[in-house]
């Protein structure tokens, strides 16, 4: 009797604990997927529309892009393709193949 006790308690603790990673995994890959997507939603509108050296700033990518401006700050402050500049354009961004690098 006693020994289904515990077999019951240990195999509860494993199908918690199971089912607990299992979550966390999902949340994860979620998460990734989600900032990949936003991230290249981002870059794509942001390669097109920073030709000529033109800066753009975060609520212009928020609005056009359909996010929020603490979302697309976040998701180029991330991006290796994504440039802040600095000096008398503080606070925009711009795509670093669109961009002349020394007009930061």
């Given at each position: 009797?006693?020994?289904?006790?515990?077999?019951?308690?240990?195999?509860?603790?494993?199908?918690?604990?199971?089912?607990?990673?299992?979550v966390y995994?999902?949340?994860?890959?979620?998460?990734?997927?989600?900032?990949?997507?936003?991230?290249?939603?981002?870059?794509?509108?942001?390669?097109?529309?920073?030709?000529?050296?033109?800066?753009?700033?975060?609520?212009?990518?928020?609005?056009?892009?359909?996010?929020?401006?603490?979302?697309?700050?976040?998701?180029?402050?991330?991006?290796?393709?994504?440039?802040?500049?600095?000096?008398?354009?503080?606070?925009?961004?711009?795509?670093?193949?669109?961009?002349n690098l020394?007009?930061?």
């Amino acid at each position: 009797m006693e020994s289904n006790i515990w077999e019951g308690i240990v195999v509860g603790a494993s199908g918690g604990a199971i089912a607990g990673l299992t979550v966390y995994g999902v949340q994860y890959l979620h998460e990734k997927i989600r900032d990949a997507c936003e991230t290249h939603r981002v870059n794509t509108w942001l390669k097109e529309n920073s030709t000529g050296g033109k800066w753009r700033s975060t609520r212009v990518i928020a609005s056009w892009t359909n996010l929020t401006e603490d979302r697309v700050q976040y998701l180029c402050s991330k991006s290796e393709e994504i440039k802040l500049s600095t000096g008398e354009n503080e606070g925009l961004w711009g795509h670093r193949d669109s961009i002349n690098l020394t007009d930061c």
